[in-house]
């Protein structure tokens, strides 16, 4: 009778294990296909712009301003220029607010004023980004008298403080309270055991926020229509127009010249492009640096 009562919970764990592979490969399958079915769109989005603008790109293309209307040839030298340096700016007044806020949220966000935080970071992450620059309009262009770099920047920026606060502040509170009791109990100040022990840590999904932000704002059209505007030239300061590659193959697009239809998909094939390869690079440069302190 034991042994009969013995074969049978063996016989019951088999089949349980055997039920847990076969759950298991079929959790894997499910999670193979939403993969491939994330990467399908994008490699044939990428693909057709490198069918559709390849041919358009030449050295001029880098190098020359745009030509007169019915002027065959030129380039968006300007246009690329003009987008790194408005994502710069939007960079160097959104990141360091957005990621302070994420810190203070995770760290001392428990009270009700970290509740209207959160809840207007969600709030503005789902405001239309026209009505972003429409408020960079009002507060900046107007005051100034003149559409520039500094009022595009800023709408920008506006648009990564949501997602960079709150993704900050999802991957400071991952960090275990272990690593902060550690360094309090050796006596380092509070202060010091947040820059040097939790944003350490939690350095990687910081990073990957910040990147997300980024390609969010790359391709924005909308409010760089209010604030920066556009220019055929280069730019001259941050305090007047500056051209920029989406406004650039936004005014190509719908343009009734072909010649300008075929550099505005050479443009679009470049602005993808480029936030491939910021991506990739500091994906690159950060690699050994994304581990956790343990």
């Known amino acids: 009778?034991?042994?009969c009562g013995a074969c049978r919970g063996g016989a019951g764990l088999?089949?349980?294990?055997a039920r847990r592979r076969l759950v298991n490969m079929i959790a894997q399958a499910v999670a193979v296909l939403c993969t491939i079915a994330v990467l399908v769109p994008l490699v044939f989005i990428f693909s057709y712009l490198l069918a559709?603008?390849?041919?358009?790109?030449?050295?001029?293309?880098?190098?020359q301003l745009p030509k007169p209307v019915g002027e065959p040839g030129g380039g968006m030298a300007n246009a690329i220029v003009g987008t790194l340096t408005l994502i710069g700016l939007a960079c160097a007044l959104g990141l360091p607010v957005g990621v302070l806020t994420g810190v203070y949220l995770a760290e001392h966000g428990h009270g009700r004023f970290g509740w209207t935080v959160r809840f207007a970071a969600d709030v503005l992450t789902g405001v239309p980004s026209i009505v972003i620059g429409i408020y960079a309009y009002t507060l900046i262009v107007i005051p100034l008298r003149s559409f520039s770099a500094l009022a595009g920047g800023a709408a920008l920026a506006v648009m990564m403080l949501p997602i960079v606060a709150r993704t900050t502040e999802e991957m400071v509170k991952l960090v275990p309270h272990s690593?902060?009791?550690a360094a309090l109990a050796l006596g380092v100040p509070t202060w010091r055991t947040t820059i040097w022990v939790v944003l350490r840590t939690a350095r990687g999904g910081i990073v990957t926020g910040i990147m997300l932000a980024v390609a969010r704002i790359s391709g924005e059209t909308a409010p760089l229509l209010f604030t920066a505007f556009g220019n055929q030239f280069w730019h001259h300061g941050l305090t007047g127009p500056i051209a920029s590659l989406?406004?650039?193959i936004f005014t190509y697009a719908i343009s009734p010249y072909d010649d300008w239809h075929r550099q505005a998909w050479a443009g679009a094939l470049v602005l993808l492009s480029l936030i491939l390869l910021t991506s990739l690079l500091v994906r690159l440069l950060t690699r050994g640096r994304l581990r956790p302190v343990l």
Do not use: A, I, W, Y
């Open 179 to 181: 690593l902060r009791e």
């Open 52 to 63: 559709k603008g390849f041919s358009s790109l030449n050295l001029d293309f880098f190098t």
């Open 1 to 3: 009778m034991e042994r």
């Open 14 to 17: 088999t089949m349980r294990l």
């Open 246 to 248: 989406p406004v650039q």
